[in-house]
């Protein structure tokens, strides 16, 4: 089991940035593929970006391709997603999540945080 806590949202214009931390507990954490998924209200959660254990692979949505970063540390339990270029459609909450194989889907997802909010104005 690990645990997850997600930091860093806010309230960005739209074109900033934002960086998007996830700390995890548990000595298992270097060998879980990890994700980053995002609510919108209104709308189902939907897939942003994961990244295999030892971040040598990484898989993005189309929506957040080459604006988006996802990275690990593993000697940190910590998984980071760098969002730029931020548009008013970012705006979601956004939960980093871990699973046993690296997936776009969320049912492969075993481990949640609580979420962090991101609102981007326009």
Do not use: H
């Not at 940190?76 to 699973?99: I, R």
């Amino acid at each position: 089991q690990v645990q997850l806590v997600e930091s860093g949202g806010g309230l960005v214009q739209a074109g900033g940035s934002l960086r998007l931390s996830c700390a995890a507990s548990g000595r298992t954490f270097s060998t879980y593929p990890m994700g980053w998924f995002r609510q919108a209200p209104g709308k189902e959660r939907e897939f942003v970006a994961a990244i295999n254990w030892n971040g040598g692979t990484s898989s993005y949505a189309d929506s957040v391709k080459g604006r988006f970063t996802i990275s690990r540390d593993n000697a940190e339990n910590t998984v980071t997603l760098q969002m730029n270029s931020l548009k008013p459609e970012d705006t979601a909450v956004y939960y980093c999540a871990a699973s046993r194989v690296l997936s776009t889907r969320d049912y492969d997802y075993r481990n949640w945080g609580q979420g962090t909010q991101v609102t981007v104005s326009s």
